[in-house]
């Protein structure tokens, strides 16, 4: 029984680095190009417009 529960967690842990791998993988040749863009938020563009307008004065 100790053997089985070894097997399934060391089968468990082998999918999970292989699934990471994988993943690491895929973001090297296809990138996202939406987490380098801000999110579209209102605040933040204020924040950014007042700052901007400050900094010139």
Known sequence: MTVLVIAAL???GLALVLVYAIDNLVALFFPDARSAVLPHI???EKILAASRKYHRK
């Open 10 to 12: 060391a089968y468990l």
């Open 42 to 44: 209102p605040a933040v």
